[in-house]
Structures are given as structure tokens and as C-alpha cells.
């Protein structure tokens, strides 16, 4: 089975970018869509986006301007960056995976706080 | 976007009993391509159901899920103590994918 490790800073100023990488064990990164959730505090989920394995990428329009994911196939990771963070960013972050579009295998999360 | 609206928001139920959760979307769910997962404290939400009906793998049969229109149902037949957790439901056919407000299942 699948399974997905979010890393990352867990604290970012304001202004500064943000940045995650989600390593994949026990599954070839070649094979599957690849996606970003996150979840602020007392709000709901909110997809941020995914890549597939040709590297063509889907953004949840109210974040593209500041989003960009990758993959490195080579190191079996995937990754997250989101621009200009202000509070509204803070949130626990999720990489998960799955055959289409429908996130099926989830990493733990990593709560990430955007604050000076 | 498809709004999901998740009701109730909280659910008290006792170990045996059976769980009724609802998911309303604001417009139709192309190809019925509503899923639900459960989410537990310190874990990774784990797929239940996809495609509206169809349990994920390993997932028993307490669980199904009913589609009508645009509301879609996830039963929980007799609660198991496991069971005990946030249940979201999520639309994935149409850009951008949007998820419910979750309902807490807890112990009575």
C-alpha cells in the first residue's frame, strides 16, 4: 500500500513562501495523480490542486496565482509551494494520492503556521 | 463550485446503533463521483466509499453509501467502537474538488 510523509517548516512568516514535500514509499511515483489538501483551523478541507505523472497540473482557482506543485520522479517526492502567505494560510496540510483524480491513500498532515 | 453540505453536524449515537449521515450538494455530481472517508485523531482520513456506492478496499459492509439525486447518504448499519470519528464527504467530478463540513460521529 501506498504510503505519503508530508515535510516541511512548520512555521512562515508573512510574505515568505511556503514549502512541502510529500515522499511516497511502497508505490512508484510514475503512476498516479498527485494532490494537495489542506485544512485551516475550524474550516473545511480545501483541494489546492494536483500533477500528474506527465507533469500537467490542476489548481483550485482560488489559490493559483500563489500555487505551484511539482514532482521529482527521481526522489519519489512530490511537492508544494504556495507564494505571499498571509494568516489565512495557516492550516494542516495534507499530500495523498490515488489512480484518477479521487484521493485515495492521505498522509498524516502537518499543520504549518504562517505568523512573524 | 459544488457546495457539499454535511448534516448533522454532530451525531450521538450508542455502539450498535445505526448512523445516518447526509451530504447535499448545491448541483448535480457528474458521474456520481461522490466519495466519503473517515478521519480519526493522529491518523490519515481513509477512504470509505467512491463512486457514491462502492466500498474502498477492506472497508466492511456496515458501511454503504445511497445516492438520490443530489443527496447522498452514508449509512453506518451497527456502530463499532472504531467508528467513532469525523466523516467528510467529497465531490471529484468536477474542478475544483470540494468537500463537505463533516459530521462527528460520537459516543452517547
Known sequence: QVQLQESGPGLVKPSETLSLTCTVSDGSISNYYWTWIRQPPGERLEWIGNIDYTGSTNYNPSLKSRVTISVDTSKNQFSLKVDSVTAADTAVYYCATGAGWLPVYWGLGTLVTVSS | ?108
Do not use: N
Not at chain 2, 89 to 105: A, D, E, M, N, R
Open chain 2, 1 to 108: 463550485e459544488i457546495v457539499l453540505t454535511q448534516s448533522p453536524g454532530t451525531l450521538s449515537l450508542s455502539p450498535g446503533e445505526r448512523a445516518t449521515l447526509s451530504c447535499r450538494a448545491s448541483q448535480s455530481v457528474r458521474s456520481s463521483y461522490l466519495a466519503w472517508y473517515q478521519r480519526k485523531p493522529g491518523q490519515a482520513p481513509r477512504i470509505l466509499i467512491y463512486g457514491a456506492s462502492s466500498r474502498a478496499t477492506g472497508i466492511p459492509d456496515r458501511f454503504s453509501g445511497t445516492e438520490s439525486g443530489t443527496d447522498f447518504t452514508l449509512t453506518i448499519s451497527r456502530l463499532e467502537p472504531e467508528d467513532f470519528a469525523v466523516y467528510y464527504c467529497q465531490q471529484y467530478g468536477s474542478s475544483p474538488l470540494t468537500f463537505g463540513g463533516g459530521t462527528k460521529v460520537e459516543i452517547k
